[in-house]
T-cell receptor, first 112, second 111 residues
Framework: GAGVSQSPSNKVTEKGKDVELRCDPISGHTALYWYRQSLGQGLEFLIYFQGNSAPDKSGLPSDRFSAERTGGSVSTLTIQRTQQEDSAVYLC??????????FGSGTRLTVV | EDQVTQSPEALRLQEGESSSLNCSYTVSGLRGLFWYRQDPGKGPEFLFTLYSAGEEKEKERLKATLTKKESFLHITAPKPEDSATYLCAVQARSYGQNFVFGPGTRLSVLP
């Protein structure tokens, strides 16, 4: 597709359950970012993938968070044992030199 | 401490009333300053990248400028469709490849 696709668009889960969020970047974009946006807060960096290099995981808030990128394309962000403070909009962005950064519409996660 | 701040937090303008939004940053080794527009329920939409002090970029009613400590997003004769949250983000040597976003300015343009 022409843009960055994220699914699901909305997810409501019970505290303690695991969730998987998916990001389909723009074809040919080599870099992929995950950010989190909480209500009234700025975007918080989570993780960055670039080609085949080891990902920059420095923004992951705890070891309950993990992400992978398969085949240099689709990425999955997994949150284990979700907590209410994990409620936020999770945004994915992909990048290619000359094309700039493009964000998806995000996944709104609500932990009840 | 490196940080990115934006002011004002919220701004209400009448249609046609020009104004400016501010993004101040304290980082070392700036690689780029980015402006995004975000509509409710959507991801940020890229507007501009500025790389060095003195640089300016324009797009329709928007003009972005950069100094060594801050950036301004000037909005000339805004229209209601310009209503959105405007985010700035900084990429710097100390951050590696990621961006640090400011908290945003919520702009409302009234008809």
């Amino acid at each position: 597709g022409a843009g960055v696709s994220q699914s699901p668009s909305n997810k409501v889960t019970e505290k303690g359950k695991d969730v998987e969020l998916r990001c389909d970047p723009i074809s040919g974009h080599t870099a992929l970012y995950w950010y989190r946006q909480s209500l009234g807060q700025g975007l918080e960096f989570l993780i960055y993938f670039q080609g085949n290099s080891a990902p920059d995981k420095s923004g992951l808030p705890s070891d309950r968070f993990s992400a992978e990128r398969t085949g240099g394309s689709v990425s999955t962000l997994t949150i284990q044992r979700t907590q209410q403070e994990d409620s936020a909009v999770y945004l994915c962005a992909s990048f290619r030199l000359g094309s700039g950064y493009t964000f998806g519409s995000g996944t709104r996660l609500t932990v009840v | 401490e490196d940080q990115v701040t934006q002011s004002p937090e919220a701004l209400r303008l009448q249609e046609g009333e020009s104004s400016s939004l501010n993004c101040s940053y304290t980082v070392s080794g700036l690689r780029g300053l980015f402006w995004y527009r975000q509509d409710p329920g959507k991801g940020p939409e890229f507007l501009f990248t500025l790389y060095s002090a003195g640089e300016e970029k324009e797009k329709e009613r928007l003009k972005a400028t950069l100094t060594k400590k801050e950036s301004f997003l000037h909005i000339t004769a805004p229209k209601p469709e310009d209503s959105a949250t405007y985010l700035c983000a900084v990429q710097a040597r100390s951050y590696g490849q990621n961006f640090v976003f400011g908290p945003g300015t919520r702009l409302s343009v009234l008809p």
